[in-house]
């Protein structure tokens, strides 16, 4: 992180000024820039809302900061630059005074793509940590992956099985069908076609389309009573949690 400090005094130079340093200070001056920059965004003077914004983020604006990240990031208005992205979402997380365990889950998982995009999945299993920590099941889903093939973390499957599970709990149907082949192949479990049947019932029923395919072929190594207690198992699951926002909790 440190040496993210560094941009700063680079950033200094690049970015024109469009207000006298103890302006920006002022938190009304800001306020004002800000929704001027969001107005012109709307209007797709992108060029404006940099020579707004970027004088704001070097002062240490948050909303700044984060804007700018963003619009680098996805390509709004501007080129896509995955290391200004990075730059500026580095400098929100700087001058943020929470801990990053506390911090931004967007940005959290931004960052964490950005890393697996440059093939750092080492740094990238930092980031989609800390946002899977704070709930983002999508970073607990990846995280589960980095896990199960062993890129940038040592291979470990019950480490996989434990972020697919607390992916798959809200529904995430690829959390679901892992899960599955998981069960299916004995990694991270024990071997066990009924749970794996479950799961691949479950992910179908989210939207997997692989799953259907699992399922049938599991079934034929199944006896009818197994399939049966999988299909209970399914509704008994569903059933249990059908009063909370989490539908498939500890299936």
């Not at 208005?77 to 992205?85: I, K, L, P, R, S």
């Not at 990238?124 to 589960?144: H, P």
């Not at 690829?174 to 066990?192: F, R």
Request: glycine share 6%.
């Amino acid at each position: 992180m440190k040496k993210w400090t560094l941009f700063v005094a680079t950033i200094l130079l690049l970015c024109s000024s469009v207000a006298r340093a103890d302006d920006i200070e002022d938190s009304r001056y800001r306020s004002r820039i800000y929704t001027e920059a969001i107005q012109e965004h709307i209007k797709g003077n992108y060029g404006r809302v940099l020579e707004l914004l970027c004088p704001l983020a070097v002062q240490g604006s948050l909303s700044a900061q984060f804007f700018l990240g963003s619009m680098y990031y996805t390509g709004d208005g501007v080129t896509q630059d995955y290391q200004e992205a990075k730059k500026w979402y580095h400098m929100y997380l700087l001058s943020s005074q929470y801990p990053l365990e506390q911090g931004d889950s967007t940005v959290q998982f931004n960052l964490a793509s950005i890393y697996v995009k440059e093939e750092d999945y080492q740094e990238a299993s930092k980031w989609y940590r800390l946002a899977a920590e704070l709930g983002i099941y999508e970073a607990q889903f990846l995280l589960g992956r980095i896990y199960e093939v062993g890129e940038g973390v040592p291979q470990d499957y019950q480490e996989a099985v434990k972020w697919y599970r607390l992916a798959a709990a809200p529904g995430y149907a690829d959390a679901q069908y892992n899960l599955g082949m998981m069960y299916l192949n004995g990694e991270g479990v024990a071997k066990d076609y009924v749970h794996a049947h479950m799961w691949f019932n479950i992910a179908a029923r989210t939207g997997n389309k692989d799953a259907i395919k699992y399922r049938e072929i599991v079934a034929k190594i199944m006896t009818p009573s197994q399939i049966a207690g999988a299909q209970k198992m399914v509704r008994d699951c569903v059933k249990k949690n059908s009063t909370h926002f989490i539908t498939y909790k500890d299936c």
